[in-house]
């Protein structure tokens, strides 16, 4: 198995919205089995479905991490971008923190904040401060808040470039490029697995449809690369990042990614 000669520190669970994928749970199991730590991002509105409700038990359980996305802590913030899902999303969050996410000892729960389309995001712990104060009084709690700039990929690309507004934005996102977030960028420390077996750099480049450029470039390649005695790992930690213009909303700011 490619587990054998390259055993991820996270499984990081993407999509999409995961947890509307039937075999999620099974994933998650034989992860647990093997040892993996798991990750699983989630819009939170999946989880108000009656057929996924057993879903976060069995997070809890697995001590499975948590990264929800939350943009916003009004009804009118959160509509602005997901519609009327505020109360529902604000429902499973004090859900989860009734299994005990959010607590020192608990399994760990953060929040993704995306900011308003066309505006760069705020400093990091002058949101998360925001977003305690209003959100504890709703017994919701959250280890860390994660600031994610909305990225000009795959359909947010579509949209600006429909809308003529697609240079402005990648202009005002390379403004605010700073150079001393580049070692923290997850495609230094991650890699992307698409459906179909390939590897990407990040889960921005495999939305742009941009794959890796260096070592070995999907679960095939990998796995004969192993048994021709190639440190496999080594092979992947040593490739070059492939980019795209994109890739400046990870270096805005504090970062991000």
């Known amino acids: ?29 034989k992860a647990y089995a093997t040892g993996l730590h798991v990750r699983v991002r989630t819009n939170l509105v999946a989880l108000v479905h009656p057929d996924r409700s057993h ?17 916003g802590v009004t009804p009118c913030k959160v509509a602005e971008q997901r519609g009327a899902s505020f109360d529902a999303s604000v429902g499973v969050l004090r859900s989860l923190a009734n299994l ?10 953060e929040l993704a904040y995306n900011p308003p389309l066309g ?6 712990p002058e949101l998360a401060e925001e977003f305690r104060a209003a959100l504890t009084p709703l017994g919701v709690h959250f280890n860390q808040l994660r600031v994610i700039a909305n990225v000009p990929a795959g359909r947010y690309a579509e949209r600006l470039k429909a809308s003529g507004e697609y240079q402005a934005e990648l202009g005002r996102l390379a403004e605010a490029f700073n150079p001393a977030v580049l070692g923290e960028l997850s495609c230094r420390y991650g890699i992307e697995l698409a459906w179909d077996g390939s590897f990407a750099d990040c889960d921005f480049n495999l939305g742009a449809g941009l794959r890796v450029i260096d ?19 080594a092979a992947i930690a040593s490739r070059r990042i492939a980019f795209g213009p994109h890739c400046f909303a990870c270096a805005t700011g504090v970062g991000s990614g």
């Open 55 to 71: 879903l976060p038990a069995l997070f809890a359980r697995h001590r499975v991490e948590i990264l929800a996305s939350l943009p």
């Open 1 to 29: 198995m490619l587990a054998d000669y390259l055993k991820p520190s996270l499984l990081d669970i993407t999509g999409g919205e995961p947890t509307l994928w039937e075999h999620l749970p099974e994933l998650i199991e």
């Open 119 to 124: 505006e760069l995001p705020r400093p990091e």
């Open 215 to 233: 070592g070995p470039r999907t679960i095939a390649e990998a796995l004969a690369l192993a048994d021709a005695g190639t440190d496999v790992r």
């Open 100 to 109: 005990g996410y959010g607590s020192e000892s608990g399994p760990t729960l």
